[in-house]
């Protein structure tokens, strides 16, 4: 299965550098670091979901504009059997060696002007996470398809299995990941104000 990461990094940069915007002024808009501006765009690291989401409201944009390059403005059908073969992209937990923990399958890449992302989320399983919370605007709604999951939300920590959902705003600090050495598969909505 082929992974959409450098695209997304080089996506981040082509829009930064179309607005004229440095790295120093997406960090302080954001509140990301420099650092970690320079790590995602040169395909070093994609952290997770909650920096990306600062860097689009940084740039002015929506965040599936870094995921994507087509506008339907219709509905959107995603077969099953085309979210297998299409470009998936892998977040690292923030972890300070960047393991690769959950692997994100848009479901509609398409859809023009959409304020929902929804995805298919493979979680792969860590004996022992090592994460940090992050927080940004918006809502999540998360449903879980296979196996065990962990959300972390606030000083709370929520075990999910399959069937379980949860729902949530996002600017309390959250951490979705696999329940300790368990993988899971869950489908995500993350809704973002614009």
Do not use: C, W
Request: proline share 5%.
């Amino acid at each position: 299965m082929a992974n959409n990461n450098s695209f997304v990094g080089s996506k981040i940069k082509s829009l930064r550098e179309t607005k004229n915007l440095s790295i120093e002024e997406i960090a302080e808009r954001s509140g990301l670091s420099v650092e970690q501006i320079n790590s995602i765009e040169n395909d070093v690291n994609l952290p997770s979901l909650g920096p990306l989401i600062k860097i689009a409201r940084a740039l002015g944009v929506r965040l599936g504009t870094f995921m994507d390059d087509n506008d339907a403005l219709g509905p959107i059908v995603t077969r099953a059997a085309d979210r297998e073969k299409d470009s998936s992209i892998s977040f690292s937990n923030d972890a300070t060696d960047a393991r690769k923990h959950m692997e994100y399958h848009p479901l509609a890449q398409q859809k023009a002007g959409r304020h929902m992302e929804p995805f298919v989320i493979d979680i792969n399983p860590e004996e022992s996470p090592n994460f940090q919370l992050s927080a940004h605007e918006g809502e999540e709604f998360i449903y879980v398809m296979q196996g065990e999951v962990e959300i972390v939300y606030g000083k709370e920590t929520y075990s999910l299995k399959e069937g379980d959902s949860i729902f949530y705003d996002s600017i309390v600090k959250h951490h979705v990941h696999g329940a300790p050495g368990k993988s899971a598969k869950i489908l995500a909505v993350v809704y973002i104000p614009f």
